[in-house]
Structure formats: structure tokens, C-alpha cells
Nanobody, 129 residues
Framework: VQLQASGGGSVQAGDSLGLSCEVSGRFISKYCMGWFRQAPGEEREFVAGITWSGGSPYVTDYADSVKDRFTITRDHAKRTVYLQMNSLKPDDTAVYYC????????????????????WGQGTQVTVSS
């Protein structure tokens, strides 16, 4: 399984930015996708996650710091997960990673980096004040 993240960049505080993560390789029928971020000198932290069963229903989960500003969605046909980031703050500056893992449940989002087996290469998001 390969993950290809894209969409990072440099923006001003209050701006919006969208990230994409395309999944390729071995098809996984049920899995959980997550976005994590890591700022310099900091631990990698959970941002958002979404379960993926190929159809509905599914659930999403967010870190408190991004709730109501970020939205995670997925397009099963395109095997792509998106992260729409609105009202960006300088504290959102980090390298953002997408991750995936097999999952037997569409109701549980994994929030710990060690729970994920597959990772994208990371994309830089820089928010200036």
C-alpha cells in the first residue's frame, strides 16, 4: 500500500488550504485513514481520521485543536482522502502526514500514530501571522 500526499503550502493566518492523500497498491476493503502532523521538536500528533468501508456509514474524529476548522472526507472511487483546513493559525504549521491501516470496524477511528501501518511522505503546511 502506498500513500501519496499533496496540497501543502504557505498561507496567511485565517486562510484555507486543502490536502489530498491517494491510496494505491493492494486494495484494502476496510481501513481507517488518518491525518497526523509534526512540528519541529514536537511529537507526531493526530489531526483527523475517517473510517472507510467502501460505503456508508462511516465516522470521523478530530483533535480538539482542529475541531470545527478542519474537515476530513473521502472519495472511495478515487481512493483518496481529503483534509480541508479553514481558519488556519500559525500553530497549525507542521509537516502533515496521511496514514492508513486495516480495520475491522467502521465505527472506530485510531488516534495513535503507532496504530497505523502505512504512511505517506508528508507535506509541509506553513501558516504565517
Amino acid at each position: 500500500v502506498q500513500l501519496q500526499a499533496s496540497g501543502g503550502g504557505s498561507v496567511q493566518a485565517g486562510d484555507s488550504l486543502g490536502l489530498s492523500c491517494e491510496v494505491s497498491g493492494r486494495f484494502i476493503s476496510k481501513y481507517c485513514m488518518g491525518w497526523f502532523r509534526q512540528a519541529p521538536g514536537e511529537e507526531r500528533e493526530f489531526v483527523a481520521g475517517i473510517t472507510w468501508s467502501g460505503g456508508s456509514p462511516y465516522v470521523t474524529d478530530y483533535a480538539d485543536s482542529v475541531k470545527d476548522r478542519f474537515t476530513i472526507t473521502r472519495d472511495h472511487a478515487k481512493r483518496t482522502v481529503y483534509l480541508q483546513m479553514n481558519s488556519l493559525k500559525p500553530d497549525d504549521t507542521a509537516v502533515y502526514y496521511c496514514a492508513a491501516r486495516d480495520s475491522t470496524s467502521y465505527t472506530y477511528v485510531y488516534r495513535t500514530a503507532n496504530d497505523y501501518a502505512y504512511w505517506g511522505q508528508g507535506t509541509q503546511v506553513t501558516v504565517s501571522s
